[in-house]
């Protein structure tokens, strides 16, 4: 079982299962001849590993991709880059209880049906939010090819429950900021939201449930013009490998829905000339027009669901009994998966905009 997307001229590919022996990726037709830091790979992949401050799983997962193709002597060759990553601290049993349990929030029942019986459920299978390791390793490389060409890309926590950050500057966010709020252990742009968000996630722990927020993201630098109108518009390839992400609900680039509490004087963006450049006094249209690049700040905001495996008793089926029953889902889950989450918008938005320098 795979999952493939060709946009535009790059493919890219994520394989395996939660419970497997491996997960892994293949991005194809990146250029050759491409430097790589494969330290900076893995910073970046470290920040979507479980954190040890109750904020997440306690499973270990060390993330370590091994190259198999594609990559010689600190450089791309122009090959397939084909990357595994070794599952190592599965609990499987945690899961023989309940096989035929249709987990509310999770896609049992609907992978039984789609794939006759066949798929492993265990941790979810191929639609465990572990999937999102690949996607974070094919982003940690289109990042760097990225800064080669003027582009930085970031994302934060925009909101945790009903706690809000600071947003991102939509007119005048800097490539520093940008670069920063990456460094940061819970990624917010104000201080006193870090704490903040952290009660939030930690009464959700305390009552065995969960959590969800809004990840908000960002890239400067990226050239005006690029993008098709239609059906292959920027906001399209963003958003399609953006809902790749399991527990993604929703995005909205700019002024998103409060746009349309706007009237059409507020919500256009006026042009104006500066030093040779032309740009907009505001940004409600998040960068991006006809589905084409204007110059200014790629915005958008994406919800993501609490962790639908909770420890609270819930009504439920057994699809193979077709009986009614109550699940208890045991096992190391996130009481907020939204923290984890932001790296992997990030490289969604990485491959997406690496997608148009081909």
Do not use: W
């Amino acid at each position: 079982m795979s999952s493939t997307i060709s946009i535009g001229a790059l493919s890219v590919s994520v394989f395996g299962e939660s419970h497997g022996t491996a997960i892994g990726a293949v991005i194809d037709n990146l250029p050759a001849g491409e430097k790589l830091d494969l330290e900076r790979i893995y910073g970046f992949m470290s920040r979507r590993a479980p954190k040890k401050d109750g904020t997440s799983t306690m499973r270990s997962e060390t993330d370590f991709p091994e190259i198999i193709s594609g990559f010689y002597n600190g450089k791309t060759t122009g090959e397939a880059i084909c990357a595994i990553i070794k599952n190592k601290d599965q609990h499987s049993s945690d899961y023989k209880s309940i096989y035929g349990i249709a987990r509310p929030g999770h896609a049992d029942y609907t992978g039984f049906l789609r794939y006759n019986c066949a798929n492993d459920p265990r941790g979810g299978g191929h639609f465990s939010g572990r999937l999102t390791a690949p996607l974070v390793f094919m982003g940690a490389i289109c990042e760097q090819l990225l800064e080669a060409r003027g582009v930085t890309a970031a994302a934060h926590i925009y909101s945790i429950g009903k706690e809000k950050d600071l947003p991102f500057d939509p007119v005048n966010v800097s490539k520093e900021q940008l670069k920063e709020v990456k460094t940061k252990y819970l990624p917010v742009i104000d201080p006193e939201a870090d704490g903040k968000m952290r009660n939030v996630i930690d009464e959700a722990r305390k009552a065995l449930d969960s959590v969800g927020g809004v990840i908000e993201c960002c890239a400067v630098g990226f050239p005006a013009g690029m993008g098709s109108p239609i059906f292959d518009g920027l906001e399209n390839r963003i958003s399609q490998i953006v809902f790749g992400i399991p527990a993604i609900k929703g995005i909205e680039f700019g002024a998103g829905f409060e746009a349309a509490e706007m009237k059409g004087s507020e919500n256009n963006d006026e042009f104006y000339t500066e030093n040779g450049d032309i740009r907009t006094r505001t940004n409600n249209a998040g960068g991006i027009l006809g589905g084409i690049s204007n110059g200014m700040p790629l915005i958008f905001r994406t919800a993501v669901k609490p962790t639908p495996s909770i420890a609270r008793p819930q009504n439920t089926v057994n699809f193979i009994t077709k009986e009614n029953t109550i699940t208890e889902i045991k096992g190391r889950h996130d009481p907020c998966i939204v923290p984890r989450a932001v790296p992997c918008v990030e490289a969604a938005l990485n491959i997406a905009l690496m997608s148009y320098f081909l």
